[in-house]
């Protein structure tokens, strides 16, 4: 039997190498990702937040104590389990600008920020209604599919007023400084258009 190996190389089916190229190049860049992440938790343990996360707690600082999230908090309570704000098809027929939270209950990043939302609802309860949307109620398809909801948590402001919806970027969701900027900045924005009527 002649063995010529460059005969062989071209029977070779190449969608078939493909393949197999594309599996070993994914286990490769898994192995590395899991070796990193396992790194990271072994120097730095648990994460919490850091101190520039956390809210003002000054005596002249509207959030205090007992409605500031506590920083080595570990949520497990479910999304729909927590008893905030008001239901969105009420809230949109409100005069309240909203602060609207799509989640899903099996969803670790909404269980995480939802000890943020609650506070921002307990800090911002005369300004705006907060209303959660459980994006597998099939009462809430027609609503998700219209927005757009593609991932979660996604937080919306919206204003039924005047037909504004501005969509909180979820890089911020773990600073709750920089979503009372968001939530202070839309709400002068209103008074502004209020003041011009």
């Known amino acids: 039997m002649n063995f010529n190996l460059k005969e ?4 070779i089916d190449k969608k ?8 070993l190049f994914a286990i490769a860049i898994c192995s590395v990702c899991g070796y990193e992440y396992y790194q990271m938790k072994k120097l730095n343990g648990p994460i919490t937040q850091s101190q520039e996360e956390l809210p003002d707690l000054s005596e002249n600082s509207v959030v205090n104590k007992e409605n500031a999230p506590d920083e080595n908090q570990n949520p497990t309570m479910k999304p729909s389990q927590y008893n905030i704000g008001i239901d969105y098809d009420k809230a949109i027929k409100g005069n309240k600008p909203i602060v609207a939270l799509f989640y899903a209950d099996w969803c670790h990043y909404c269980i995480k920020f939802m000890p943020t939302y609650q506070s921002l609802s307990k800090i911002y309860k005369d300004d705006f209604n907060f209303a959660k949307v459980n994006v597998e109620d ?8 219209e927005i757009g909801i593609t991932g979660f948590p996604t937080v919306f402001l919206i204003d039924p007023k005047y037909d504004n919806r501005v969509l909180l970027s979820n890089a911020i969701f773990g600073d709750m400084k920089q979503l009372r900027t968001e939530l202070d900045r839309f709400l002068r924005i209103r008074k502004m258009l209020d003041s011009k009527k």
């Open 138 to 145: 099939p009462k809430y398809e027609k609503t998700v599919r």
């Open 8 to 11: 062989k190389l071209q029977n």
């Open 16 to 23: 078939n190498i493909a393949i197999i190229a594309g599996i």
